[in-house]
């Protein structure tokens, strides 16, 4: 199975790049941050995208402080959920989106965030996504835009938490056309072997076009 997780800029605004990078990744699961958030065309805006990218949206969008998560159409949603995570006045909106999902026959959650960039909240952040976590059964794989390092609280807070990170420097994701920092995670909980971690199998070049992020992928097997 194949999952990523990509911060796609300000709900998608290079368009065919970014269009073109979604087709290529060829992922089961889609972890989305910075999702369409306009007021009262969100959700058509969002499952726009999801239609373009071959996936179909299951949760998230502005109500979930822009993350989303789409799945393919093999991927059977058990249930799913999100919620906005409330900031300071004039703040990014925030929030977290869930989803516990099936394949092949087994069971296994996800949970999509964009933490932020204030370091106290995005520690206090990475606690609600880990009770969100806390609400999915079999293997549990968190993704999304954590705004600092491997080295960071948040990700430490994460880790606490039985999560562990299978990526390294080899790969790293911000900003996309020369990037200096591995700010995007993927993380897994629970019985599952990790086979890739990293790099999506795109472009250099393409990646610089379709956002200011680069995508981290992983395949593993439930």
């Known amino acids: 199975m194949r999952v990523?997780?990509?911060n796609v800029w300000l709900g998608g605004r290079r368009g065919a790049a970014l269009d073109e990078v979604m087709r290529n990744l060829d992922v089961d699961v889609m972890l989305v941050n910075e999702a369409p958030k306009n007021p009262v065309?969100?959700?058509r805006r969002c499952v726009a995208c999801a239609d373009r990218w071959g996936l179909r949206m299951v949760t998230g969008g502005r109500p979930a402080g822009s993350n989303l998560i789409l799945t393919a159409p093999s991927v059977v949603v058990e249930s799913a959920a999100s919620k906005r995570v409330r900031q300071?006045?004039?703040?990014p909106r925030r929030g977290i989106a869930w989803a516990q999902l099936r394949t092949g026959g087994r069971l296994f959650g996800?949970?999509?965030c964009h933490l932020s960039l204030d370091p106290r909240r995005r520690l206090h952040e990475a606690t609600q996504v880990l009770a969100a976590a806390q609400r999915l059964r079999g293997p549990v794989i968190i993704g999304g835009d954590l705004n600092e390092p491997p080295s960071g609280p948040a990700w430490q807070r994460l880790r606490a938490g039985g999560f562990v990170d299978h990526g390294d420097r080899s790969w790293l994701t911000f900003p996309a056309d020369e990037p200096t920092k591995r700010i995007d995670a993927l993380l897994v909980r629970g019985a599952a072997q990790v086979i890739h971690h990293g790099h999506p199998g795109v472009s250099p070049a393409l990646l610089a076009r379709g956002s200011d992020h680069r995508p981290v992928v992983l395949e593993v097997e439930l």
């Open 110 to 112: 996800v949970v999509s």
């Open 4 to 6: 990523a997780t990509y």
């Open 41 to 43: 065309v969100w959700k």
């Open 88 to 91: 300071p006045l004039f703040q």
